[in-house]
């Protein structure tokens, strides 16, 4: 782990891989430290925004304390700002299932089933508004992006690629692997907040049928 400034009030903190990162904004959130406004985590970094009466070298010290919560398994994690672990339910009907079921060695219907039984943790948002990358299920699920990119992915595609699974919130070009389809609204400027999966938060799914 490496803490460096970033700008006058905020650090930002180097670490390993996605699971390190989901483990270490989980600790700082839940040590409540004196000086934080805000903990913004993304795929190998955290931001960690400073309190206008923050002293900043103080702040960084005490980060240099935080001891992560050891494994990245989300059970028996509390989701962030206390919310209910959010059930995605999803259609496994996606264009790229059958693919992913031999990349796998899985089969069609045991990558639905391997995708649906491990609950997985919201790491950071990106790509678009409403749009989380999801960590922390199946091993096996971990397949290369496709190698040729989709001009349009529709709203509700459910995809992996790498380590991560993520819903597309709006149609958009993308090259995950599709596996299958949600009718959750991910983004509605409507709702407050308006993104339904936010970092920190425990995502299931639950399979429907197609």
Not at 66 to 93: M, N
Request: glycine letters at 12%; hydrophobic letters at 45%.
């Amino acid at each position: 782990m490496r803490i460096r400034p970033y700008g006058d009030r905020a650090l930002i903190v180097d670490l390993e891989d996605a699971d390190a990162v989901v483990r270490w904004a989980d600790a700082v959130r839940e040590a409540r430290l004196g000086g934080v406004a805000d903990v913004v985590p993304a795929a190998r970094t955290v931001l960690v925004a400073a309190t206008d009466d923050a002293d900043v070298a103080v702040l960084s010290a005490a980060l240099a304390r935080v001891v992560p919560r050891a494994g990245g398994a989300p059970d028996g994690v509390v989701p962030a700002a206390g919310d209910a672990e959010i059930v995605v339910p999803v259609r496994y009907d996606g264009p790229d299932l059958a693919e992913v079921g031999d990349l796998t060695g899985l089969g069609a219907d045991g990558v639905a089933e391997a995708h649906a039984a491990t609950p997985w943790r919201v790491a950071f948002g990106g790509f678009a508004p409403g749009f989380a990358y999801l960590v922390g299920g199946d091993p096996r699920l971990q397949v290369p992006r496709r190698s040729t990119a989709r001009t349009a992915v529709p709203a509700g595609a459910v995809g992996l690629a790498g380590e991560y699974s993520g819903v597309y919130p709006r149609s958009s070009p993308g090259g995950w692997q599709l596996i299958g389809t949600t009718d959750l609204v991910l983004w509605d400027l409507e709702r407050d907040p308006p993104a339904l999966l936010r970092p920190g938060a425990v995502v299931r799914f639950v399979a429907e049928r197609p």
